[in-house]
Structures are given as structure tokens and as C-alpha cells.
């Protein structure tokens, strides 16, 4: 049985229950604007990321702005 997530195309060790605190691992603040996370190709709603369990083997993108041009 897998103990891993893909995030953003990268496997790393499951060492979070909840979108917000894969958020906060990745040092991504859950109540900044423009945020986004699909977990298996489905979009995750933003009011949810504190109740939304991951599990091993899912495939999580996270999507943010950044500052550049």
C-alpha cells in the first residue's frame, strides 16, 4: 500500500490529513486569494481544504499566483 501523495507531479510521504494542512506544509497560506487545489482531477472547494481528507496515493495540484512577468 502506497504512503505517498503526488503534489504538483512530485510523490512525497503522506504526512497530512487535510488539504489545509498540505497547504500549510508547502508553506501556502489556506486563506490566501486565488488559491486553487484539484485533488485527482477534481476541484476541491475552498470552504472544505479544512475537512477535506487526503489519502495515500492521491494526486493533488496546487495552483497559485506568483509575482514575475
Known sequence: MSTTIRVNGEDQPMTVATVAELLRQE??????????????GIIAPKRAWETT????????????PFKGG
Open 27 to 40: 508553506d501556502i497560506d489556506p486563506a490566501a486569494r486565488g488559491v486553487a487545489v484539484a485533488i485527482n
Open 53 to 64: 481528507a487526503l489519502a495515500a496515493g492521491d494526486e493533488i495540484e496546487i495552483v497559485r
